[in-house]
């Protein structure tokens, strides 16, 4: 994958958030363009390394899949990637009976489009770290807004003790942590921060050492 494919892909992954940036932010106030662009922002302001910042703006990708405009954008997106064109079908279906799982799908596409395992797990993450956090800080499920405290019925609800201490064991556990509380937190109405701009040289450079270390093992 050159520079020219890596930029085409980034170009049209950002579409897809731009496409999306009328869309409201679940229970909130602001959409979810701003909702994204506010998590990557934190994940800047915290000094944190390039694939932890592209995985807070990419965090909900997989909610951005709700008209078929942005479907066929994420078609093509995974398309100049060569990606299976029957494989990506079939999860465009899946999304279209509704978001359940956006953290999957989010990170099943992002992996496609060639983006590193470590953006994809903590993508895949941000869900589960819910089940986490309210195990481990009843407060924090008091915090919860109502939608959200419906969802973690759905999935899963908190986590066992066990499940705990295996979550803590996992060496990206604080990085899995940090997401969810910048996503939980990306919901100021009116505020500054980077446009998506800034982070199409950060998504294209990654994608291209994403190849360049496939092409050389
Ligand atoms: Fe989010």
Redesign the pocket.
């Known amino acids: 994958m050159d520079q020219v494919k890596c930029e085409q892909i980034v170009d049209n992954l950002f579409q897809v958030l731009i496409q999306g940036s009328g869309q409201d932010?679940i229970g909130e106030r602001i959409s979810q363009l701003e909702?994204?662009l506010q998590?990557a922002s934190q994940a800047l302001d915290a000094g944190a390394d390039d694939e932890t910042v592209l995985a807070a703006l990419l965090?909900?990708i997989g909610?951005f899949t709700t008209s078929p405009d942005q479907k066929q954008m994420l078609f093509d997106a995974a398309a100049l990637n060569e990606i299976d064109p029957g494989a990506v079908g079939g999860e465009v279906k899946q999304i279209s009976v509704g978001v359940t799982g956006h953290e999957r799908i989010g990170a099943e596409y992002l992996r496609k489009l060639g983006f590193s395992d470590k953006v994809a797990v903590l993508v895949e993450s941000?869900v589960p770290v819910k089940r986490y956090l309210t195990a481990k800080y009843p407060e924090y499920y008091e915090g919860l807004s109502g939608a959200s405290k419906l969802s973690l019925k759905y999935q899963g609800g908190p986590y066992t003790a066990e499940q705990v201490q295996e979550f803590e064991a996992d060496p990206l556990y604080n990085l899995k942590v940090q997401i969810r509380q910048w996503?939980d937190a990306?919901k100021v109405v009116d505020l500054k921060v980077p446009s998506l701009d800034y982070y199409h040289p950060m998504a294209v450079k990654h994608l291209l050492q994403q190849n360049n270390i496939a092409s050389s093992t």
Do not use: I, K
């Open positions: 932010y909702h994204s998590a965090h909900d909610q941000h996503d990306a």
